[in-house]
């Protein structure tokens, strides 16, 4: 590795402007951010770990729809440096692309708010991607495979970079979880349509692009992820360490 590091990362990002139409239709009236676990929003899980890895200035986007996650920003991120967006995106590249834009010239951490992980897998996750060049792209990688559509990595032991994205298989799937350098590739005229496709090309064009392993992320899109989420914190494999 160079000798420039990322080094310590003080602003962070949240994407919160999906619809989450299957848990609306089955049976959750809020809007997604609000979607409670464990007794509380998704959207209160996510700023808890931001504050416990000390990350105090927070980008966060949600759909026009999400009044009552507005209303609960207000009410509740009083201690949160918060710049909030609020848009309906076509993709959840749209929406990570306005976040990452509002957060250009220092390195970030960016997530999306319907993942459930204990905050200290938080903060050594962002603690872990310090160490990786300036100009690295890091992706927090779990073994846990819960999504309908898991977005493989490849990812080589020795040096910690990914090798692929995509396929049918590989020895880690995403965790939502996406730390991006102070400056960043330009992206080709027109974009992605969804996140996926720009992370892969990050590593199809050869850009550094590194894993850090997090124990257990839940992705909670169903009300099974609702029950298995509760069910970890109940046992202490997430929530309560603050998750």
């Known amino acids: 590795m160079s000798a420039a590091r990322l080094g310590p990362i003080v ?17 959750w009236r809020m809007s997604k951010p609000m979607v409670p676990v464990a007794g509380r929003p998704l959207m209160d899980h996510a700023l808890d770990r931001f504050r416990a890895a000390g990350i105090g200035r927070l980008a966060v986007i949600i759909n026009e729809a999400s009044e009552d996650a507005r209303r609960w920003l207000e009410d509740n991120a009083g201690d949160i440096d918060l710049d909030l967006t609020v848009r309906t995106t076509p993709s959840s590249y749209a929406s990570f692309r306005i976040v990452a834009e ?16 204990a905050s200290d897998d938080f903060r050594a996750f962002v603690e872990a991607a310090s160490a990786f060049p300036a100009d690295a792209t890091v992706l927090g990688l779990t073994d846990l495979v819960d999504d309908e559509k898991p977005l493989w990595a ?5 040096s910690g970079r990914i090798t692929r994205l995509g396929g049918a298989a590989g020895s880690h799937v995403t965790a939502g979880l996406y730390i991006l350098p102070a400056r960043r590739p330009a992206e080709p005229v027109g974009g992605f349509e969804r996140l996926r496709d720009y992370l892969g090309w990050l590593v199809e064009q050869g850009e550094r692009v590194y894993g850090v ?10 009300a099974a992820d609702i029950a298995a989420a509760e069910r970890a914190a109940g046992t202490g494999e997430a929530g309560s360490r603050r998750a």
Not at 11 to 27: C, F, H, N, P, T
Not at 102 to 117: E, F, K, N, Q, S
Request: aromatic share 2%; net charge negative.
């Open 102 to 117: 509002r957060l250009a010239g220092a390195p970030a951490v960016i997530t999306t708010v319907d993942g459930i992980m």
């Open 213 to 222: 392993a997090v124990p257990r992320v839940f992705d909670i899109d169903r």
């Open 11 to 27: 602003q962070g990002g949240i994407i919160a402007a999906g619809e989450g139409s299957r848990l609306r239709a089955a049976g």
């Open 154 to 158: 490849e990812l080589d032991p020795a």
